[in-house]
């Protein structure tokens, strides 16, 4: 197994389109989108949509899409990346969502941040499709949980995290989250 990282943030923050970039530019690296893959991998155990089903029902589908993706990754041997979230304000503020075991097996996390209106301002693009919440306290609320639940995860796996300025280009960000990995990789060594 190679290099396992976690880039969390807000919806919104701009994650995917940074991480869509940074695929193209760097072939030899593997970018999981965790959330794409839950739902696929729902739809063909479930036959139905992971966001019609009972917060009990999610949870237990991401069990086992953590083990299935843990079996994937330890497979690859170079960096893999995955877009995730931490939190869903919907299923309640604070509550992690992800199971301990992919947790546990992420090296380092990348929190993209940024500030509200810039969240807004991205959700207002990309909300015909994701129908992403454009209450600024919803934006707060997940800006904070995403946080407080990375200080808490980072602490309880002895993981290193990284926050990134996500404000700038998804260029820009692309390459910030490149400079994270690559000081990963110099600490390893």
Request: hydrophobic fraction near 40%.
């Amino acid at each position: 197994m190679g290099i396992v990282v976690g880039v969390v943030g807000p919806r919104g923050v701009g994650k995917t389109t940074a991480l869509d970039l940074l695929g193209e530019e760097h072939i030899d690296i593997k970018i999981v989108y965790y959330s794409k893959e839950l739902v696929q991998y729902c739809l063909s155990i479930e036959g139905a949509s992971f966001f019609s089903l009972s917060i009990e029902d999610k949870d237990r589908i991401r069990e086992g899409f953590a083990a299935h993706l843990i079996q994937k990754i330890k497979l690859i041997s170079g960096i893999v990346i995955i877009d995730m979230h931490i939190t869903d304000i919907r299923e309640g503020h604070g509550k992690t969502i992800q199971p301990s075991s992919i947790l546990e097996l992420i090296q380092m996390y990348i929190l993209l941040d940024a500030p509200r209106n810039i969240i807004y301002a991205r959700r207002l693009l990309g909300d015909v499709v994701k129908k992403r919440s454009l209450n600024l306290k919803d934006i707060d609320s997940e800006i904070e949980n995403e946080s407080k639940s990375l200080t808490r995860i980072s602490s309880q796996f002895g993981q290193p995290y990284f926050v990134v300025d996500a404000i700038g280009s998804p260029n820009n960000i692309a390459q910030a989250i490149m400079n994270s990995i690559a000081e990963l990789i110099r600490e390893r060594v």
